[in-house]
């Protein structure tokens, strides 16, 4: 089932919790709300399921419009950050609940509800589990077995709030890579709510990143890291080193040094910010003459394949972060105290103000 939502706003008193948000969740897909705390992703959507009402604007399941149908005709299955399972009731019982309380005339057989939640269980890889009561449980099978349950009845749409935002990192990651799995067998469009930009990185087709109640950028998961729309998007998806400077005629003065800007950003003469990650940043031995900011190393970091570098700015003291391989930090043996010189091998630039 495909979703759109159009023009919605929505109004806590004097707060503004959603600016006008259109949006379109295409068949099939994974769509992740990404955004910090209080940005308006749970809002979306409990407007979206219809536990809440917009103020105004307009939900569309496959096209119609969904105002006149309750939560129940919607279809939706729903994992929240703190399900809760029902205690009395072990796991198969737990998964059959939402069968067994459909009307009577839609009801399935006991027959088909047994192998309805056995396949579930198979699916969720947690068929021992069976007979167990949820306090036994541990909180990533707790999610699992929440998640079985909410797609024992079939729904067209799954909304899941932060599922995985009680459990610990590693559980996280795991369960996040079992979800996006479990989304390519079932292919259910899903609407995936997370602060967690590498989650959603990972997991989703689609990110939507928001802020404050607005969209800020939609796109796929790739788009929105390579090519953020905003420095909001930028900030929020990762660390970065800001240069701040005027741009004129394609070069962008920053301090004592100078960039070459990207195309879009070649304007006659304007005050704009430079973005770059740490890793890309080249980063070799200060030669004078050569071209690039000259720092100083004030603190090197490193693990795995990879060596994280504290830089000082000799032009005005601002921090810079790089990011090399290990290989490189070992070859070149930089030592604390070194003078280096870091150059962009990619920038992104904002203009902030032309004139
Ligand atoms: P989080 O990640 O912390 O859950 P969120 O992005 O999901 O945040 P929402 O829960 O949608 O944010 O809330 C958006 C804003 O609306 C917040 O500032 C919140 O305090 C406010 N808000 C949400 N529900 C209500 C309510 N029932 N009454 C008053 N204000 C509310």
């Given at each position: 089932m495909s979703i759109e939502v159009r023009n919605i706003n929505k109004r806590f008193g004097d707060y503004?919790?959603?600016?006008n948000i259109s949006l379109k969740f295409p068949d099939g897909e994974l769509t992740a709300l990404l955004g910090p705390s209080g940005c308006g992703k749970t809002t979306l959507l409990r407007i979206i399921a219809g536990l809440e009402q917009a103020g105004s604007g307009q939900v569309l399941l496959d096209g119609e419009?969904?105002?006149?149908?309750?939560v129940r005709e919607r279809q939706v299955g729903f994992v929240f950050q703190h399900y809760v399972l029902f205690k009395h009731m072990t796991v198969f019982e737990n998964i059959a609940f939402g069968l067994r309380v459909k009307p009577r005339n839609i009801r399935p057989t006991e027959q088909a509800i047994r192998e309805q939640v056995t396949k579930l269980l198979n699916l969720v890889q947690l068929?021992?589990?069976?007979?167990?009561?949820?306090?036994?449980?541990?909180g990533g099978q707790r999610q699992r077995i929440a998640l079985a349950r909410a797609l024992a009845v079939e729904p067209r749409v799954l909304l899941l709030d932060e599922p995985f935002g009680a459990l610990d990192a590693k559980v996280r990651k795991e369960l996040r890579r079992w979800l996006r799995r479990l989304h390519d067998e079932l292919s259910v469009t899903s609407i995936f709510v997370t602060h967690d930009q590498e989650e959603a990185l990972e997991v989703a087709d689609q990110v939507v990143v928001m802020n404050k109640g607005n969209v800020e950028q939609i796109g796929a998961p790739a788009d929105v890291y390579n090519r953020p729309a905003s420095p909001f998007v930028y900030g929020f998806l990762g660390n970065v080193n800001l240069f701040r400077g005027r741009i004129h005629e394609g070069v962008m003065e920053a301090g004592s040094a100078t960039f070459r800007v990207p195309d879009h950003a070649k304007v006659q003469d304007a005050a704009g910010v430079g973005y770059v990650r740490p890793h890309d940043l080249d980063v070799q031995r200060y030669a004078p003459g050569a071209e690039g900011i000259a720092v100083q190393l004030r603190h090197a970091h490193a693990i795995g394949p990879l060596a994280q570098l504290e830089l000082v700015r000799e032009d005005n003291q601002e921090l810079i972060e790089a990011v090399i391989s290990r290989d490189q930090f070992a070859q070149q043996s930089y030592t604390e105290g070194d003078r280096l010189l870091v150059s962009p091998k990619r920038l992104d630039v904002f203009v902030e103000q032309v004139g």
């Open positions: 503004v919790a959603l600016n419009d969904a105002s006149a149908r309750h068929d021992w589990l069976a007979d167990q009561y949820p306090s036994t449980l541990s």
